[in-house]
């Protein structure tokens, strides 16, 4: 009797599921890798603001399933949005730093089919609405795999006080196209699926604070009379209104800037300038606040100069229009722009090999410039190396390393500090040429999305098609790349807003903590973490002293200043 219940206790405990280990979103978890984690989940997010962890499975798991996450408090429940990782095959590293294997990336839906041989890791994220009651709110996730019940993961979750904006502070602009996505998808562009589907993807980019150009691409039909240019805005406003009138998502979030689309029925010059001044007449009518700019010739060769020149003649004709040229410092082009755009990498100088022509600091580049220029900064291969894999030049190799990235195999912290940046360098913008690049040019998206020598470069999505992720219909699926974008430009409103509250010292120290410069980031998600805790602790005490003045009858006595 005694040896036949401990045979049923022994039994019982080899077949215990081990408990799933929480992870901070900042290690890219990857097969072979050790995992130490917690075993419950501890987030803190400002109203207004998503955070997110990552709940690790141990063993070779197929099937995941969740119970839907409640977290309640103070206010309403909160309530978690989850997703599986799925994992991108790297064949070439992007550089010396990259790594050949798989490499976590899409978030797929929990049904959709995984490969059960890779970890099984959940990306679990918390999003606060503006109006959320502050205060802590517990829950507990409940997870089976392969149809075991696993044991339950609790969740805590501090609301913060103070909010963050649902628009973008910082201006930014990345491309998508209709006629990407529809290749991607096997979808006729022209079809209401296809346009529903583009509808999707904005409202991903726009939840993650980013604005996008290009979009459906086809400019609004125009015709001329006595020099006027005459406009059917009716396609346009359907596309573009939601996304610049703040209705495309709840939170009424809006595109920052979005860009004039080039019309080959405009042939003249005259016609030109009168269409581009129909395009600025029409977003003063509708009082939209997004930056229209007019995207020059990108990354225009000696060659391109001339072009140049001639479309910003243009364009400045029709008034209220920037244009942003891509370009270093150079006086071949010297007063085209009125938002210069250089590579990160001709920002800071460092030791070894330049691969910029002109170094400039952001503050010694704005000197340069005639007044008011706007100085925007974007990644492209300059900074990550445009050949794939380590250069045999170690020297040359180091020069390419270490810079903020997107690319799938380089760390997370990497693919996050854009937004600490921008705060410390007081840069005015960001923009990324594509969202979608590989959807043209890769047989199978979900197998490469190597370009210009990275994984990933101009690549942030992939196409959810029912094939793909299962259920009947089309939708966009994000990396993890997005969401450690979307971190970072909420690192940039905590930093800002802390500096609007009278620490900008303290701010411009925690941002330095992490990004000494565009190659000098820590790596480390342990010091991100204690940085965000320190900047949140000190935001909150800034925010509830300002709260206290604010208040009939002055502050409290005795409250902090």
């Known amino acids: 009797m005694g040896v036949g219940w401990a045979w049923a206790i022994l039994v019982t405990l080899a077949a215990a599921p081990a408990a799933p280990q929480v992870v901070s979103p900042l290690i890219k978890v990857r097969p072979g890798a050790p995992v130490r984690g917690e075993r419950e989940a501890r987030l803190s997010v400002a109203r207004g603001e998503c955070e997110a962890t990552q709940v690790v499975l141990s063993g070779m798991v197929e099937h995941v399933r969740a119970r839907p996450l409640s977290l309640r408090g103070p206010g309403k429940a909160l309530t978690a949005s989850l997703w599986r990782e799925g994992f991108i095959d790297v064949k070439t590293p992007s550089n010396g730093q990259g790594r050949a294997g798989p490499w976590p990336d899409p978030l797929l839906p929990l049904q959709a089919p995984a490969n059960a041989s890779l970890p099984a890791v959940l990306y679990v994220e918390v999003c606060a ?15 089976s795999a392969d149809g075991q019940d696993l044991l339950r993961v609790p969740f805590t979750v501090e609301v913060q006080p103070f909010a963050l904006p649902a628009t973008s502070s910082l201006p930014n602009s990345f491309g998508i196209s209709l006629y990407s996505i ?26 993650h604070r980013v604005s996008a150009h290009g979009m459906g691409m086809d400019p609004p039909p125009v015709h001329f009379e006595k020099g006027r240019a005459v406009v059917d805005w009716r396609a346009y406003d359907a596309e573009m209104a939601p996304f610049l009138e703040g209705t495309a998502l709840p939170s009424g979030a809006r595109f920052t800037t979005t860009d004039v689309r080039d019309n080959t029925k405009a042939s003249t010059d005259t016609e030109k300038v009168a269409y581009y001044r129909a395009f600025a007449e029409h977003f003063q009518q509708k009082g939209w606040a997004a930056q229209l700019f007019f995207y020059a010739k990108d990354e225009p060769k000696p060659a391109d100069v001339p072009l140049v020149r001639a479309q910003s003649k243009r364009v400045r004709e029709a008034g209220h ?3 942003l040229v891509t370009s270093p410092l150079d006086d071949a ?44 900064w974007y990644q492209s291969c300059n900074s990550h190396g445009c050949n794939g894999g380590p250069l045999p030049d170690a020297e040359a190799d180091a020069a390419y390393g270490g810079w903020a990235s997107y690319m799938v195999d380089h760390p997370a912290p990497l693919n996050r500090a854009m937004g600490v940046l921008a705060f410390e360098s007081g840069v005015d913008g960001e ?28 690549t942030l999505f992939y196409p959810g098609t029912p094939g793909r992720v299962g259920g009947s219909r089309h939708q966009p699926v994000v990396s993890l790349r997005l969401k450690h974008l979307r971190d970072g430009l909420e690192d940039y409103e905590y930093l800002r807003l802390l ?4 620490d900008a010292s303290f701010a411009q120290a925690a941002a330095r903590r992490l990004a000494r410069s565009g190659y000098d980031i820590s790596r480390d998600a342990r010091e991100w973490e204690q940085v965000r805790q320190d900047v949140t602790a000190r935001l909150r005490q800034r925010w509830e002293a300002s709260e206290q003045k604010q208040r009939p009858g002055g502050p409290i006595p005795g409250s902090p200043p």
């Not at 998808?185 to 980019?205: I, N």
């Open 129 to 143: 609405p503006e109006k959320q009651a502050p205060g802590t709110y517990r829950g507990k996730l409940a997870l």
């Open 182 to 207: 529809s290749r991607a998808h096997g979808l006729a562009p022209e079809s209401a699926e296809a346009h529903a589907l583009l509808r999707e993807y904005g409202q991903a980019l726009l939840a």
């Open 321 to 323: 229009i920037p244009v």
């Open 333 to 376: 082009l010297k007063g085209t722009a009125d938002i210069l755009a250089p590579t990160l990498n001709c920002f800071y100088p460092r030791p070894g090999p330049q691969t910029c022509p002109t170094v400039l600091g952001v503050s010694a580049l704005r000197a340069r410039l005639p007044s008011g220029t706007k100085v925007w």
């Open 431 to 458: 923009l990324y040429f594509d969202t979608v690049f590989a959807y043209n040019t890769q047989r199978d998206v979900w197998s490469s999305v190597f370009e210009f020598g990275g994984n990933g470069d101009g």
């Open 499 to 502: 500096a609007r509250l009278g």
